[in-house]
Nanobody, 123 residues
Framework: QVQLVESGGGWVQAGGSLRLSCAAS??????YGWFRQAPGKEREFVAA????????WYADSVKGRFTISRDNAKNTVYLQMNTLKPEDTAVYYC??????????????????WGQGTQVSVSS
């Protein structure tokens, strides 16, 4: 069964840190992305990584604060979130693409999605 299982969400005060994990099973993927969706807003791109080379991309809103990484042995992708702000509050989703070439910011280009994990940042 192909699935992505996320963990690591929670509540934190502004300025704090959280690390999200996304464990993949059932097959390998070429690329992974993290997206988030706040109440009443559309799902937005946060970060992405190409599995083979480890190349990364970030939304401007998180650049310098968030870091996406991978662990080949565990087939897991991480999102380290530092200096969190109240506007980072959202449900965070992990997504994986089987063979994604080109731009990685469009949610429609990913094949499998995790169930989402809530991140809440208080001021």
């Amino acid at each position: 069964q192909v699935q992505l299982v996320e963990s690591g969400g929670g509540w934190v005060q502004a300025g704090g840190s959280l690390r999200l994990s996304c464990a993949a099973s059932g097959r390998t993927f070429s690329s992974y992305g993290w997206f988030r969706q706040a109440p009443g807003k559309e799902r937005e791109f946060v970060a992405a990584i190409r599995w083979s080379r480890g190349s990364t991309w970030y939304a401007d809103s998180v650049k310098g604060r968030f870091t996406i990484s991978r662990d080949n042995a565990k087939n897991t992708v991480y999102l380290q979130m530092n200096t969190l702000k109240p506007e980072d509050t959202a449900v965070y989703y992990c997504a994986a693409a089987i063979n994604l070439l080109g731009q990685m910011v469009a949610a429609g280009r990913y094949d499998v999605w995790g169930q989402g994990t809530q991140v809440s940042v208080s001021s």
